[in-house]
């Protein structure tokens, strides 16, 4: 039976050391303070705001509401979005997307202060990410797999890697996430020829194709270690990318989907906020 890789014993670190962080931080009269926007009345939006603003306060950390209605102009948002950015007490910022379709996104990431950018919707982040500056914040679910594997003591370096997920937001970060710690890359995605052939010889396999229950025993091999990063939604609820039962029966470790990668990832985004305050913002 495979080791199981739940996320909560990994987030609940993240939050303790958190705690501590904002605990000195106050004081020494610094409140961290995580501004959330948000336009319009989406119910996905509004549940995951409150797991935020409920994961802040369990570590000490004040947030502020930012909402407008779903028709908010384009200059309303982004003049909100420039004040919070310049406001030396706001020290983190989420931007709740995607956003509507006449508030330009691309431009709105481009006005929120490199430092405060909790979710990496700044592409500056993103290029700091690629060039190997240290001072990129990276997005959250790349960094979460990466703690993860740290957390349960899974070795990266020299190990051959292989990411199914090649977008912006996981894929390809995470790819120079895992070079960073020394690790050889291979990034597929859905439509790459024999795509079991190169899965199975992975000494860590890591799945986003968003595809429910899409690989099997064919994809994995003994001694591998699974990081299932797939968010599916069927009749039978939620699921990942990795057939789990199967799976488990073959590989050497593997996170769940749900308890898995998602719970540190909103762990990670409260440790941006933190490093933003210490950083005096």
Known sequence: MAEILKGKPVADAIKSDIAVRAERLKAAGRKPL?????????QDDIAYENRVIRNCSEVGIETVNVTF??????????DALKGLSGDR?????LVLRPLPQQVNSDEAGFLIDPRKDV?????????KVFMGDAAGIAPCTPEAVIEILKFYGHEIRGKNVVIINRS????RPLAMLFLAEDATVTVCHSRTEKL??????????VSGVG??????KESVSPYM???????????????????????????SAISPVPGGVGTVTSAILLRHLIESAEFGI
Do not use: Q, W
């Open 34 to 42: 995580l501004a959330v926007m948000r336009a319009g009345e989406r």
């Open 119 to 127: 979710d990496c919707m700044n592409p500056e982040n993103l290029r």
């Open 168 to 171: 912006l937001v996981l894929g």
């Open 89 to 93: 007490s706001v020290h983190g910022i």
């Open 196 to 205: 079991a052939e190169i899965t199975s010889g992975a000494d860590i396999l």
């Open 69 to 78: 209605p779903a028709d908010v102009a384009h200059d309303t948002f982004t």
């Open 225 to 251: 270690t699974v990081i299932d990063v797939g968010i599916n939604f069927t009749e039978k609820g939620m699921c990942g990318d990795m057939r789990y039962d199967e799976v488990c029966d073959v590989v």
């Open 211 to 216: 595809k429910p229950e899409y690989f099997g």
